[in-house]
T-cell receptor, first 116, second 115 residues
């Protein structure tokens, strides 16, 4: 069965510092990987996704993630965070099947708190 | 503007009083889904629909019903709500893809409290 583990439930960091949010997945088939962000009192929006090709994926707001198949990881990074990056971040895996739909399986989320 | 809308955004109710949370999308998406979000558990899928009149259970379907009579709407029905259904609910939609990997677009969420 597919699953997603986000290794940190909370990550505090100071403004302008780098940050890495960790995500590991388990799957017996090829996967598509996503990072979503949830700002306070809002729905989820897509930060970036990995479908195929280059293992380094760039997303919105200066975030990037690296797909590592051997370590089954998809860690999210940003070299310099802003106060406005304070939010909850969800890693998700989408596994296609013969039915033609994309079910998303989410991790438990990582709350990023950026302090001045 | 392309969007997924949900109503109401906030709801407080009592045990056993039937309620419906509406979801509508204007992107002509075939696929729609309901999730609940609980602290420490992330988002879990309740029900999904691959097209009009086609629905199926997700991971936590107990106590919920859905219908898909029109492509744009996918209401979530709680026939007899209980306190363990207190949660934050999200509706999402996307195009179908045989390869998977399609981005899902999320509504703003409905915070439900069952007393």
């Amino acid at each position: 069965a597919q699953s997603v583990t986000q290794l940190d439930s909370q990550v505090p960091v100071f403004e302008e510092a780098p940050v890495e949010l960790r995500c590991n997945y388990s799957s017996s088939v090829s996967v598509y990987l996503f990072w979503y962000v949830q700002y306070p009192n809002q729905g989820l929006q897509l930060l970036l996704k990995y479908l195929s090709g280059s293992t380094l994926v760039k997303g919105i707001n200066g975030f990037e993630a690296e797909f590592n198949k051997s370590q089954t990881s998809f860690h999210l990074r940003k070299p310099s965070v802003h106060i406005s990056d304070t939010a909850e971040y969800f890693c998700a895996v989408s596994v296609p099947d013969s039915g033609g739909y994309n079910k998303l399986i989410f991790g438990a989320g990582t709350r990023l708190a950026v302090h001045p | 503007e392309a969007q997924v809308t949900q109503n109401p955004r906030y709801l407080i109710t009592v045990t056993g009083k039937k309620l419906t949370v509406t979801c509508s999308q204007n992107m002509n998406h075939e696929y729609m889904s309901w999730y609940r979000q609980d602290p420490g558990l992330g988002l879990r899928q309740i029900y999904y629909s691959m097209n009009v009149e086609v629905t199926d259970k997700g991971d936590v379907p107990e106590g919920y019903k859905v219908s898909r009579k029109e492509k744009r709407n996918f209401p979530l029905i709680l026939e007899s709500p209980s306190p363990n259904q207190t949660s934050l609910y999200f509706c999402a939609s996307s195009f179908r893809s045989r390869r998977g990997g399609r981005e899902q677009f999320f509504g703003p969420g409905t915070r439900l409290t069952v007393l």
